[in-house]
């Protein structure tokens, strides 16, 4: 089992420190999925240290840059990441998980059964079919990393989220860059670099408040 004073050293580049609760969580969380992967591929061929710098300290950082309070939606979570994995750091938020695969869901059903999280909902969907069916906008975010199709993916997170709400992606510096050229719903930021890495951000964008709420995009 990894030790917690080397979990501290491979998130300190991240800006996170975590107590001993958060710790735990995050140690329960990181075998549970090295031992699943080995059966059904959850995030490829890592060791300890990538799992805890690529996809933890990855998806965390993001609560450094935002006050993530409220309703997330996390769309195409696959092992949890960003969306189950903030959970560690921001126990308060509900977070809605969409999965079409169904041994990936029920990773994430173990997982926060694991982690011992609450307010967490794990569903069957794909974005298209949620937003659409989705009565009103009610999140306040929503995350997506190293999901494709992520123009029509943009325009049906705009269908979710509350007026002001904030998309959060992970992205590649030049997908970045054709994001923030297209014309759309949200007022983006400047992007984050991660920790790390050289050409991969953070990209976060904000729904205008004034626009009349859009329709589902496919």
């Known amino acids: 089992m990894i030790q917690p004073s080397r979990i501290a050293e491979l998130l300190e580049p991240f800006g996170l420190s975590l107590n001993s609760e958060q710790t735990g969580r995050l140690t329960a969380y990181l075998e549970l999925l090295l031992k699943w992967n080995s059966k059904i591929n959850l995030i490829g061929k890592a060791s300890d240290k990538e799992c ?3 996809h933890f ?7 450094r840059c935002l006050n993530l309070e409220g309703r997330l939606l996390d769309i195409g979570s696959g092992a949890g990441f960003p969306g189950l994995a903030l959970k560690i750091v921001c126990p308060d938020l509900d977070v809605t998980l969409l999965e079409p695969v169904a041994r990936k869901r029920a990773f994430l059903k173990e997982a926060t059964r694991v982690c011992q999280f609450d307010r967490i909902s794990v569903l069957a969907s794909r974005l298209e079919g949620f937003a659409s069916d989705l009565p009103h906008p ?4 929503t995350t997506s990393r190293a999901v494709g199709g992520i123009e029509s993916l943009i325009e049906n997170a705009a269908t979710c989220l509350k007026p002001g709400g904030r998309v959060c992606l992970w992205l590649g510096h ?11 719903r949200f007022k983006w930021d400047k992007p984050r670099l991660i920790p790390l890495s050289l050409r991969r951000e ?17």
């Open 138 to 141: 009610g999140f306040d975010f």
């Open 52 to 54: 805890i710098t690529r």
């Open 202 to 218: 953070i990209l976060v964008g904000e729904l205008d408040a004034h626009e009349p709420h859009p329709q589902c995009f496919t």
């Open 174 to 184: 030049a997908d970045t860059a054709h994001i923030i050229g297209l014309k759309s």
């Open 57 to 63: 300290g990855e998806s965390l950082f993001v609560a």
